[in-house]
Structure formats: structure tokens, C-alpha cells
């Protein structure tokens, strides 16, 4: 067996006993779904700090413990999400300044931040807004959605690009990418929202297919795209290690954290879901 064909024998044993546990605990909710988006959330920061500052550094691992306990503070008190990751971003602004202010280096500092806070925020505001979804009436099935259009787009987009793809939608980014697999991702998601509405939630509307499928569909490969960017910029091939064959926990959610702060917004603020 070659190499390549080992790597994919990997990706699939990992896929299928991590899968089950992801799904168990996402269907059980509440603290649960909590703590899987937690440990998710602090092990997301960890891989972006690791990839822009090579270490960790005594305020990146307080940045980690706040994000893995974001998804806690939502599961607490879902309608104020929003407030809550703001406060807690505030404060951790005024820590990490006042960390290199004292520690330094001087010279470094401004950058060190803005990634720290940063880093913090990618990692932990996607995975939180899962976390509030699933504490919403109907909660599993918004968190169905998010990972539906997520998880369609990318499937969909693989074999329209591998089978039809032709022209590159950012070769600079992601070289294997088209503009063809961009187009049969969108169906993709937009397709695995009306199989969802059909099969499993009546409930959701023609409305919420369509919006959430199109825009979905747009945003996902958008996170998809920062992500490689990130990679590229730092001259790294995965995110971290934590998912054999699959490389890091970012590697696999890059397109779900663009797309569940969405989910989140759409059913808040459109729909008008209380938790």
C-alpha cells in the first residue's frame, strides 16, 4: 500500500470513530455539546497560537482557557451570547496588553496581541455560536443546519471540482480549488438543506433552506480560503495534529466557524428563535 493510499485508509478510520462520539454528543446537548465545544474551542486557539507565535506563552494559555469556557458561558445563558463573548474579549484585550506591556519584548508587542486576540476569537466565537444554537428551541436542528451546509458544500465541492473542475478560483490561496467546485459546492449545500427539510425537519421553511443554503454556501469556502491563507502565510501544511490523517481541529471546522456565527445571526435576528 502506498503512502497515499495509507493516508486515506487513516483520514477514514479516524473519521469513523471520532464521527459517532461528535454526533452522540451533540444530539445529548446541554453540557455535553458544552464541553465538546469547549475542549473544540481551546484546542482551535491552541493550533492558531502555535501557528503564528511557534509557542505558548503564558497569556496565549489564558486566551485558551477563556475560549474553552466560552461555550459554557453559553451554555448558561444562550440570549446573551453576544454580550457575554464580548466582555470576555474585553478583558482579555486589557490582559494580553498589560502582559506584554510588563513582560514584553517591547518591540513585538502590538503584533503579539493582535494575534492573541485574534486567535482567540477564530478559535472559540464559531464553535460558541454552536453551543448557544443548541441551547435554542429546535436547538439540534439549527445545529444540524450549520453543519449540513458545511459539510454538503465541501462534499459536493470535492467531486464537481475533481470532475469538472477547469478553472482556478485562487491559485495564489488554495491551488487545487476551482470555480467549478466552488459552483457545485453552493448546489451542494443548498441541496443538503432541502434533504434535511425533507427527511428529518419539517420545520425549517423553504426560506431557510434557500438563505442558509446560498449564504452557506458563499461563506463556508470563504473561511476555507482564510484558513489556507493562514497555513500559506506561516509556511505550515496542517494546523496541528489532532486528528490523525486530518491534521488539526482548525483543518476540519475552518468553513463551520464562518458558518455558525451565520446560522446564529440568521435565526436570532431573522427568524426570532428564544432560546
Given at each position: 500500500m502506498n503512502e497515499k493510499n495509507k493516508n486515506l485508509v487513516l483520514r477514514a478510520?479516524?473519521?469513523?470513530?471520532l464521527l459517532p462520539v461528535v454526533v452522540f454528543l451533540l444530539y445529548m446537548g446541554?453540557?455535553?455539546?458544552?464541553?465538546?465545544?469547549?475542549?473544540?474551542?481551546?484546542?482551535?486557539v491552541s493550533e492558531y497560537y502555535l501557528i503564528t507565535q511557534k509557542e505558548l506563552s503564558p497569556a496565549a494559555w489564558v486566551g485558551i482557557v477563556l475560549a474553552g469556557a466560552l461555550p459554557l458561558l453559553a451554555l448558561r445563558h444562550p440570549e446573551r451570547t453576544g454580550e457575554g463573548a464580548f466582555w470576555v474579549t474585553a478583558f482579555f484585550l486589557i490582559f494580553a496588553f498589560t502582559f506584554h506591556l510588563i513582560r514584553g519584548p517591547l518591540q513585538e508587542a502590538p503584533t503579539r496581541v493582535a494575534h492573541l486576540v485574534t486567535g482567540f476569537l477564530y478559535g472559540s466565537v464559531g464553535l460558541t455560536a454552536m453551543c448557544a444554537l443548541r441551547q435554542m428551541s429546535e436547538g439540534l436542528m439549527w445545529v444540524i443546519a450549520a453543519l449540513v451546509i458545511t459539510w454538503a458544500n465541501d462534499t459536493a465541492a470535492y467531486f464537481a471540482g475533481r470532475f469538472l473542475g477547469r478553472h482556478k478560483l485562487y491559485p495564489a490561496v488554495s491551488p487545487n480549488k476551482t470555480w467549478e467546485g466552488f459552483a457545485g459546492g453552493l448546489v451542494g449545500s443548498v441541496v443538503g438543506m432541502f434533504i434535511t427539510r425533507a427527511g428529518f425537519?419539517?420545520?425549517?421553511?423553504?426560506t431557510d433552506c434557500l438563505f442558509l443554503g446560498v449564504c452557506g454556501g458563499i461563506l463556508g469556502p470563504v473561511g476555507d480560503l482564510c484558513e489556507s491563507m493562514l497555513k500559506r502565510a506561516y509556511g505550515v501544511k496542517d494546523s496541528g495534529r489532532a486528528l490523525p490523517g486530518h491534521g488539526g481541529i482548525l483543518d476540519r471546522i475552518d468553513a463551520l466557524v464562518f458558518n455558525a456565527p451565520l446560522v446564529f445571526v440568521y435565526v436570532t435576528f431573522l427568524r426570532g428563535v428564544l432560546p
Open positions: 478510520v479516524s473519521a469513523l470513530s446541554g453540557l455535553y455539546s458544552a464541553l465538546l465545544l469547549g475542549v473544540a474551542s481551546a484546542i482551535c425537519f419539517p420545520l425549517l421553511t423553504v
